[in-house]
């Protein structure tokens, strides 16, 4: 189901399906929320969660001018409120490249999440300080090949992140989803079925 919203003045759409606990996908840069339903996992997840697949203001089709110059933590801040506008309390949040690093801010801000999971997130180097104050479990997946956000930041997170654990992808590059569909399914699905639904 395609739902348009708005948050903050800002007009949002997102797909929503499914029954269950929340699950939240966010796409990388230029992207879009049908992305996770191309690649498999949105319909997977469906069977399991109450899934939503946000157009972050980043994306293609939800894009705003407000938000071209904005602080990473402003977008963090964004996503606190999208959620807690459609009342979706202590989701499992799943974001790549740019929203991997939003997913970074929004857990480090001590907000509320299940588990995260993160596909090549950027600036990992400049969340270094922060990055200790996260508290759930974390999942961090890396391309072999990604050369926008390099596999080697993977150390900063298994060093200051207590509950969490790092998997390069043979193969693939920044967009690792996409490049190799079916091994990050199912380093997504162990991951969350160590935490249960």
Request: charged share 25%; glycine share 8%.
């Amino acid at each position: 189901m395609e739902v348009w919203m708005t948050v903050k003045g800002l007009r949002i759409r997102y797909l929503a399906e499914g029954n269950g606990s929340p699950f939240v996908l966010l796409h990388g840069m230029s992207f879009y929320a049908e992305v996770w339903r191309e690649m498999g996992l949105f319909d997977e997840l469906v069977r399991s969660y109450r899934v939503f697949a946000f157009d972050m203001p980043y994306g293609v089709k939800s894009r705003s001018d407000k938000f071209e110059a904005s602080s990473r933590s402003e977008y963090a801040e964004f996503l606190h409120e999208l959620l807690k506008t459609l009342k979706i309390d202590t989701p499992f949040l799943l974001g790549a490249s740019i929203s991997g690093e939003v997913t970074l801010r929004y857990l480090s801000m001590g907000y509320e999440a299940r588990a995260g999971i993160l596909a090549g997130p950027v600036n990992v180097q400049s969340l270094e300080p922060s990055l200790g104050k996260i508290s759930v479990p974390l999942l961090a997946i890396w391309g072999e090949t990604d050369d926008i956000s390099r596999p080697e930041n993977g150390r900063l997170i298994a060093t200051h992140v207590k509950n969490s654990s790092v998997h390069v992808i043979e193969g693939a590059g920044h967009a690792c989803y996409l490049d190799k569909p079916d091994e990050f399914k199912i380093l997504v699905r162990r991951f969350i079925e160590t935490i249960g639904a």
